[in-house]
């Protein structure tokens, strides 16, 4: 009898979690407050939800997705209540009747294993960075919640962490409470959301607040003692606020805008409602943001606030409503900072990847569910650029401002867009679709159609068919992309063709090209110097100090491989340059302990500090760096071995992959064997078992 109950309750759960659109039509969650403390020593979550909601319909159960709960308590009303959980749903059983309004509250402790992260920079076992990502992670495998998109509601957070800590979270900080060892940092909200969009940040954060033309708080997230950076990180972010909130035609829809920068992130960033999200190697200086800038993607993750937290896909087939559009609009941010030929040269460059897509075969529908990012995020772009050329720029904007109005707090589909642009437009846009959403293949000749209709990418495209064209007969169209007004865009492509040739005239343009002090110009001139010679010594070595750490080293290598006395040049290099980021300082220490006139004295801290670099304070950029020089080097301690499994554990999939290559490869070495061999122990239980699985010893 006991065993037929229980398959009976099963089958009861079966039925209610794998029919989503039946739990919509039953329960209407409408808002959640969640009370949860951060252990300090673990991943332990521990607290409670408290959910409002409203019966639709008569049923016995409703559910809510909930994994890696450790124990867990459901009331309704105060009162306890049966419930069945197998790991993944939390079912809960009793009458519920339509029109009933109750406060359902799960108390519960969860070990999450993804979307919730905590960082140990220092292994010292204490984390030093809590944050969330739900998108593709699932808010459930932390805190019960919904997974369905579809099911938006009202969230309140109340998160205690220690007290050294500062959390952010989603919405409006209303308090903060203070106890001995802990804060309690209090969190409201005003409007709904999916669940994917709740987010945390807890860490050593400072904050610079500002605020936009239309007076909502800016908030700019930094660490401590890195005031510094906050400038060139956030560089324009006011002034993209206000263009995207008016070229969009709908107010800003949430209480305040927060960007934070964590470690380790799975991506570039992440669009929390109100709470962007971004990966720490944006987080830079000066010369950095040069290199690796944040403008792109800030604005990418400002315009998701409207395009996918506003208005949400209901389902994956419609996903480029949310990144086609932030695509897009953050386009056309960087159009208002750099003009409309930075903006037409990168509507081409997307061109050219998804007409690439599409030779290799690779290429799929827009409306596809299985589409990759490169179609949801460049081939969306295009597709309401192209829409925008099709019905005129006024009723594009009038469709899009409706159709946010019209959605808001709501889910939608493409026709919801569609219809609104057809009504607007009063145009049939049946030949659109067919062309840039349902075609398996990217319309190549429709997109260089319309790019030809600017005088600019006129000229682009004419000197892009220089590529395949002599010196000779390219020589006088160079001189006029040298000849005012200069349009960087083509200097670019000059620069690039003049990489393929060999004649000295050559050399003349690039000195005329590096005159224009551009730091993307001059990086290319580097880039394509494969050695020095009589003709460009002189020029390269005058960018030693260029506003780039990616022409500093590459100068560096250039001139260090051109020199007699290399010391010299390593060490002249280091006394000119006031600011050096870990790259730069890598290469040097490689170029070092690659030199004549060091003594081994004076050469043993270089590899301790490059052998340093592997350790998980560095970000995954640099510490694979760091083991591909050790591992060229034959330079890997028993540590580095340590760092490498380690980094064969870490959450960032790339950052595994990689690392985890590189193990394989080291075990099949005598001396990287053992090292591994005596790691091993090192490690728990199941850190051990992957690491001997992938290691192939099970």
Sequence with gaps: MKWITIIALLAVFLSQSQNTSSQLETVDFQKAKVVIQLDPFSNEVKGSVLFDLQILKNTSSIFLDAKNLVGHQVLIEGNKVKSIYDGEKLVIEAPFHTGDVLELTVKFTSYPSKAMYHIDKDKDRLWDQVWTQGQGKYTSNWLPSIDDMNDKMIWNLSITAPVSKRVIANGKLVTVTEGKETKTWNYTMEKPMSSYLVALAAGDYQVKRDSSASGIPLEFYYYDNQESKVAPTYQHSKEIFDFLEGEIGVAYPWQNYKQVPVKDFLYSGMENTGMTIFNDEFFTDELGANDRSYVNVNAHELAHQWFGDLVTETEAKHHWLHEGFASYYALLAEENLYGNSYFQAQLFEYAEALNEQTANGNSTALLNAKANSLTFYQHGAWALHALKEEVGVLSFRESVTRYLIKNKYQNVTTASFLDVVAQVSEKDLTDFKATWLTSEVFPTAEALRILRKQPVMEQYLQLSARRISTFEESYNSYKETLQKPVET??????????????????????????????????????????????????????????????????????????????????????????????????????????????????????????QAYTGSEYSTETRTAAFDYLINLDAMSQQNYTDLMNASLHHVWRFYENARGILKAQYKRENGQFFIDQSLGNFDTKSQEILKRVLGLN
């Design 489 to 610: 865009v083509m200097v670019k492509e000059m620069v690039a063709q003049l990489s393929i040739h060999d004649n000295d005239k050559k050399y003349e343009l690039l000195q005329q090209a590096a005159a224009l002090n551009d730091v993307e110009v001059n990086q290319l001139i580097v880039l394509s110097t494969p050695t020095l010679n009589d003709k460009n010594r002189e020029l390269i070595t005058s960018m030693l100090n260029d506003a780039s750490y990616v022409t500093r080293e590459s100068v560096l290598f250039l001139l260090w491989n051109d020199a007699s006395d290399k010391r010299a040049v390593l060490e002249s290099a280091r006394a000119q340059w006031k600011e050096i980021n870990s790259s730069l300082d890598m290469a040097w220490i490689v170029l070092a302990l690659n030199s004549t006139g060091y003594t081994n004295e004076e050469l043993l801290p270089f590899l301790v500090r490059l």
